[in-house]
């Protein structure tokens, strides 16, 4: 396992990466003005196509734990993370959301009984710093709204990927099943609401089509797969810690795409938050509580080495 780490790390990391381009997708390609049906849509059909897939449904208790689990990573993060990005200016959203693994450290704590070292918290604090760096323009008043959506959608994803890693997997079940259910769950709890909100869905053009299938497919679908595959097999912590390549990916986009220059400083934060995120995935010593996370993650151990024989297959032919 320790062999193929790398590997997992740099395949984790392509989710994030993948969240990066976006702001550029939504920018460019998207109607405008329509978060609760562009979340919806990412987040739906992805979880129908993967359920198709892995042709498996929740049993028992895991009806209660998918849809928790729907609602924090995908029914209320991909809302609040749309409503966070049309409300406040710049890139503020993106810092916020860039304090996830010090909300995942101390949420380690209460759920898993991890005790995060010194060198994690100021990790964490250097990867928000460099953020800022990166994405944080001056700007008038903040929108009180903004502010709020996006501290609740950071903390909702951080305390989906805190329980993703308590609870662990059925036997038998791999990361393509319970992404799915997650995904589906999410998107279900959208849907009403969207259609409430926002009204029927918009008249779609070829560019709209084509963005809401990469979102679907690329973006949510195999990158969802990828992240809920890593947290199965790495700690909570250094899988939140691959967060910042996605602000980061998004700078470079705005950069090479959408001609947006890059200043000395913000080529400094992308260093920063880079060094950070390589540096949360070294391995800390930390002190265990009793036995909650080991029994958890037990389900999890035994499924990892299945995962790459009954899932890689069906999800690369996509």
Do not use: C, H
Not at 51 to 60: I, S
Not at 186 to 202: K, M, R, S
């Amino acid at each position: 396992m320790a062999a193929n780490r790398p590997a997992l790390i740099a395949l984790t990391a392509l989710a994030p990466i993948s969240w990066g381009s976006t702001y550029a997708v939504t920018t460019e390609f998207l109607p405008a003005d329509r978060p609760l049906f562009t979340a919806l849509t990412r987040a739906l059909p992805a979880g129908l196509l993967l359920l198709a897939l892995a042709r498996v449904l929740p049993r028992g208790v895991w009806w209660g734990k998918a849809l928790a689990l729907g609602a924090l990573n995908i029914g209320a993060f991909f809302p609040l993370l749309f409503l966070s990005a049309y409300r406040l200016p710049g890139g503020m959203a993106a810092v916020v959301g860039s304090i996830g693994p010090l909300f995942v450290a101390g949420l380690s704590v209460l759920l898993l009984g991890d005790r995060p070292t010194l060198r994690t918290l100021l990790t964490g604090v250097a990867a928000a710093l460099g953020v800022s760096l990166v994405v944080l323009k001056a700007a008038g008043a903040l929108d009180l709204v903004g502010v709020l959506a996006a501290l609740a959608s950071t903390a909702s994803m951080s305390t989906g990927t805190v329980l993703t890693k308590r609870w662990g997997r059925p036997d038998g079940v791999g990361p393509l099943a319970l992404t799915a259910w997650q995904l589906t769950a999410g998107g279900l709890l959208i849907a009403p609401v969207a259609l409430l909100v926002e009204g029927a869905p918009p008249a779609l053009d070829a560019r709209a089509v084509g963005g809401y299938l990469y979102l679907a497919l690329a973006n949510t679908a195999v990158a969802y797969w990828l992240w809920f595959r890593g947290i199965g097999r790495l700690t909570a912590t250094q899988v939140t810690f691959l967060g910042p390549l996605s602000p980061l990916t998004a700078a470079v986009i705005g950069w090479a795409a959408l001609g947006q220059a890059l200043t000395p400083v913000q080529l400094a934060g992308m260093a920063l938050a880079f060094g950070a995120t390589v540096f949360g995935q070294l391995k800390s010593r930390t002190t265990k509580g009793a036995a909650p996370s080991a029994v958890s993650f037990s389900s999890t151990e035994r499924n990892a080495r299945k995962d790459s024989i009954d899932v890689t297959v069906p999800v690369l032919r996509r």
